[in-house]
């Protein structure tokens, strides 16, 4: 007998995206789609977008969007939320988006401890306006605003995130993962769906960091670019779960 | 029934905004409107399913109203010029996103810091579009503490009706006043919200944005908010008249600066001269169909603000070169006397008395 063991989630539009070869958002999209496949939250799901390469995500998910401004996804699902505290409320967010524009924003969100659900997406650079650096832009990483490479007494140190937000009493589960090979997007698709289980619980804040690839910006094939990840990015961002309420 | 009850300004549109369904606030400190803070991070939590949030910044309390707006709730924010200032980026996305909301700007001096003292410097932020984009935002600006409860209910009622940001414009005097207020139960009108993201059950999803990076699309939004527009240019602007067929010299002022004028020109009527007062009530859409007549019959517009003048130049707009509009203005956060405003008027009078001979 036939039987079905593979197809597109639900959750999951079969429109075809707009996002370079190599791209991580891709496979990020797909995981928040299976989560929301699987928790069934498709028709309670309010999902708030970015200011970056992943702006019109909503044209690859099948659920209620918000468009937020530039960094303030934390803030727009802070007032759905609060309206609406039975509902799903997630933002998806890139590194100029969370981690420069938007700090006030998350770390406020984090702290409030808002029920919320972050998918914060960190390929250490700005992609949408062609590659400039990002708070999360590795030391010596050449970009197009940091062409001899991050300078560290010029342009100061790589921001992470997740451990900033590690010392905040108001997130409950979080956790840093990458989609960079199989086995890693298995444990990413976990996570992710661990974070909306969090929400769904009424635990407060959940956020998970997904290092991804930038072949285009960065100015790499997809494999180098897999491999810089794993060898540079990993060693400063290290893949652990930082929290989790269980 | 109707209460009547002393009151302060801000407590007023506190009052105001519950009884018009106002589910969520955000805000942040500044003053002259913190107490509205404190009275509804007092009162809100005690309704069921409404929410006060202190936000952690100026733009963050504003894109909270964007998140609630969108799901269909009645929002409300409140700041003074400062924090307004900062609010410009979020209310541009509003206007695009066309979602209802109601801002309070109790205005003081600026520019910069400023001082706390009352102003009304902020005009062209509020009229001429304070953030960046094509968009329009009704700007209403009450006068006494009962005006700031009824037009509360006005700014919600438009906001929905609309879809769009409401602003209602005091300042840090009208703010700070005591003053008794009949509580009136003004029926609040429910809107159908099929815009409103709550989750996709049993429809298809729906998308708050203000994006639209098809250069045509884009186009055809902007005309459609034009065409909006244009509707609440027809239908909603409101103002006070106080002429009549023998009026000679028209005071224009609105909020505190008109009730200052008001007292000036009891004074100047009792002297036997033909003195009105046109005050707008909505600042956009501005009251021009109000000069339209006047124009041809009166001898002198004298323009007040607490400004450097700003308004003047919608008056200036409306009259059109038919009759000379003159201004005067205090700013800084110093308020005129009513004996200065009557001297102020008697001498533009003779100017123009002068300029005649």
Redesign the interface.
Request: aromatic fraction near 8%; hydrophobic fraction near 40%.
């Given at each position: 007998m036939q039987q079905v063991i593979f197809k597109r989630p639900e959750s999951f539009t079969d429109a075809f995206t707009h996002y370079c070869p190599g791209c991580g958002h891709g496979i990020i999209h797909r995981l928040v789609a299976n989560a929301i496949d699987d928790l069934q939250l498709r028709e309670k799901v309010i999902g708030v977008g970015p200011v970056g390469c992943s702006a019109m995500i909503y044209d690859y998910l099948d659920v209620d969007f918000q468009q937020a401004a530039h960094g303030r996804a934390p803030a727009v699902a802070t007032g759905i939320k609060r309206v609406l505290p039975d509902n799903i409320v997630f933002t998806y967010q890139g590194d100029g988006d969370l981690a420069a524009i938007g700090t006030s924003e998350i770390i406020h969100a984090a702290a409030r401890g808002e029920n919320i659900t972050v998918i914060f997406v960190n390929n250490a650079i700005f992609g949408m306006t062609g590659g400039q650096m990002a708070p999360t832009t590795l030391i010596g990483q050449k970009t197009q605003t940091s062409p001899y490479g991050r300078d560290t007494t010029k342009q100061g140190y790589p921001l992470r995130v997740s451990e900033l937000l590690n010392t905040l009493e108001g997130v409950s589960y979080l956790a840093r993962v990458s989609v960079h090979d199989a086995k890693n997007v298995l444990i990413a698709k976990k996570a992710i769906k661990r974070a909306f289980e969090t929400q769904i619980a009424k635990k407060g804040f959940s956020l998970v960091e997904v290092l991804s690839i930038c072949p285009t910006n960065w100015g790499m094939k997809p494999k180098a670019a897999i491999e810089w990840l794993e060898k540079e990015m990993v060693s400063y961002y290290p893949l652990q779960v930082f929290k989790d309420w269980r | 029934m109707m209460e009547k009850v002393l009151m302060k300004g801000t407590e007023a549109i506190g009052v105001g905004a519950i009884r018009s369904g106002c589910?969520?606030y955000?805000g942040y400190p500044i003053t002259p409107q913190s107490e509205l803070l404190a009275y509804l991070a007092k009162e809100l939590p005690q309704i069921e399913?409404a929410?006060f949030?202190q936000?952690?910044?100026e733009?963050?309390?504003i894109?909270?109203?964007?998140?609630?707006?969108?799901?269909g709730?009645r929002?409300m924010t409140s700041s003074s010029s400062p924090g307004i200032s900062l609010k410009q980026?979020?209310i541009s996305?509003i206007a695009g996103?066309e979602l209802p909301c109601v801002i309070i700007n109790a205005s003081r001096g600026g520019p910069g810091l400023g001082s706390i003292q009352p102003a009304q410097s902020d005009y062209f932020q509020a009229t001429k579009g304070g953030g960046h984009g094509d968009y329009r935002m009704i700007v209403l600006a009450p006068k006494s503490v009962q005006e700031m409860y009824d037009y509360t209910f006005v700014a919600f009622d438009l906001a929905d009706k609309y879809r769009t940001p409401v602003m209602l414009m005091c300042d840090g005097a009208l703010s700070q006043l005591m003053e008794p207020v009949v509580l009136s139960d003004t029926k609040v009108v429910q809107y159908e919200k099929n815009w409103a993201?709550?989750?996709?059950?049993?429809r298809k999803?729906?998308?708050?944005?203000?994006?639209r990076?098809e250069p045509a699309e884009l186009e055809e939004h902007v005309d459609h908010l034009f065409e909006k527009y244009a509707e609440i240019m027809k239908n909603e602007v409101r103002y006070e008249s106080v002429c009549n067929e023998k009026t000679e010299y028209v005071v224009v002022a609105y909020g505190i600066m008109a009730r200052i004028a008001q007292t000036a020109i009891s004074k100047l009527r009792q002297e036997g001269i033909e003195i009105g007062l046109i005050r707008p009530i909505t600042l956009w859409p501005f009251p021009q169909q109000a000069f339209a007549e006047l124009s041809d019959k009166v001898k002198l517009f004298i323009t007040l603000e607490l400004n450097k003048g700003q308004m003047v130049e919608d008056v200036r707009l409306a009259v059109n070169g038919k009759k000379e509009v003159t201004f005067y203005g205090r700013c800084g956060g110093m308020l005129p006397t009513p004996d200065e405003i009557a001297e102020v008027i008697k001498s533009k009078i003779s100017g123009v008395k002068k300029c005649n001979k």
């Amino acid at each position: 007998m036939q039987q079905v063991i593979f197809k597109r989630p639900e959750s999951f539009t079969d429109a075809f995206t707009h996002y370079c070869p190599g791209c991580g958002h891709g496979i990020i999209h797909r995981l928040v789609a299976n989560a929301i496949d699987d928790l069934q939250l498709r028709e309670k799901v309010i999902g708030v977008g970015p200011v970056g390469c992943s702006a019109m995500i909503y044209d690859y998910l099948d659920v209620d969007f918000q468009q937020a401004a530039h960094g303030r996804a934390p803030a727009v699902a802070t007032g759905i939320k609060r309206v609406l505290p039975d509902n799903i409320v997630f933002t998806y967010q890139g590194d100029g988006d969370l981690a420069a524009i938007g700090t006030s924003e998350i770390i406020h969100a984090a702290a409030r401890g808002e029920n919320i659900t972050v998918i914060f997406v960190n390929n250490a650079i700005f992609g949408m306006t062609g590659g400039q650096m990002a708070p999360t832009t590795l030391i010596g990483q050449k970009t197009q605003t940091s062409p001899y490479g991050r300078d560290t007494t010029k342009q100061g140190y790589p921001l992470r995130v997740s451990e900033l937000l590690n010392t905040l009493e108001g997130v409950s589960y979080l956790a840093r993962v990458s989609v960079h090979d199989a086995k890693n997007v298995l444990i990413a698709k976990k996570a992710i769906k661990r974070a909306f289980e969090t929400q769904i619980a009424k635990k407060g804040f959940s956020l998970v960091e997904v290092l991804s690839i930038c072949p285009t910006n960065w100015g790499m094939k997809p494999k180098a670019a897999i491999e810089w990840l794993e060898k540079e990015m990993v060693s400063y961002y290290p893949l652990q779960v930082f929290k989790d309420w269980r | 029934m109707m209460e009547k009850v002393l009151m302060k300004g801000t407590e007023a549109i506190g009052v105001g905004a519950i009884r018009s369904g106002c589910k969520i606030y955000c805000g942040y400190p500044i003053t002259p409107q913190s107490e509205l803070l404190a009275y509804l991070a007092k009162e809100l939590p005690q309704i069921e399913g409404a929410s006060f949030i202190q936000s952690e910044s100026e733009i963050a309390a504003i894109n909270m109203i964007y998140g609630a707006a969108g799901t269909g709730a009645r929002a409300m924010t409140s700041s003074s010029s400062p924090g307004i200032s900062l609010k410009q980026e979020g209310i541009s996305y509003i206007a695009g996103a066309e979602l209802p909301c109601v801002i309070i700007n109790a205005s003081r001096g600026g520019p910069g810091l400023g001082s706390i003292q009352p102003a009304q410097s902020d005009y062209f932020q509020a009229t001429k579009g304070g953030g960046h984009g094509d968009y329009r935002m009704i700007v209403l600006a009450p006068k006494s503490v009962q005006e700031m409860y009824d037009y509360t209910f006005v700014a919600f009622d438009l906001a929905d009706k609309y879809r769009t940001p409401v602003m209602l414009m005091c300042d840090g005097a009208l703010s700070q006043l005591m003053e008794p207020v009949v509580l009136s139960d003004t029926k609040v009108v429910q809107y159908e919200k099929n815009w409103a993201t709550t989750g996709a059950k049993g429809r298809k999803p729906v998308l708050v944005s203000s994006l639209r990076i098809e250069p045509a699309e884009l186009e055809e939004h902007v005309d459609h908010l034009f065409e909006k527009y244009a509707e609440i240019m027809k239908n909603e602007v409101r103002y006070e008249s106080v002429c009549n067929e023998k009026t000679e010299y028209v005071v224009v002022a609105y909020g505190i600066m008109a009730r200052i004028a008001q007292t000036a020109i009891s004074k100047l009527r009792q002297e036997g001269i033909e003195i009105g007062l046109i005050r707008p009530i909505t600042l956009w859409p501005f009251p021009q169909q109000a000069f339209a007549e006047l124009s041809d019959k009166v001898k002198l517009f004298i323009t007040l603000e607490l400004n450097k003048g700003q308004m003047v130049e919608d008056v200036r707009l409306a009259v059109n070169g038919k009759k000379e509009v003159t201004f005067y203005g205090r700013c800084g956060g110093m308020l005129p006397t009513p004996d200065e405003i009557a001297e102020v008027i008697k001498s533009k009078i003779s100017g123009v008395k002068k300029c005649n001979k």
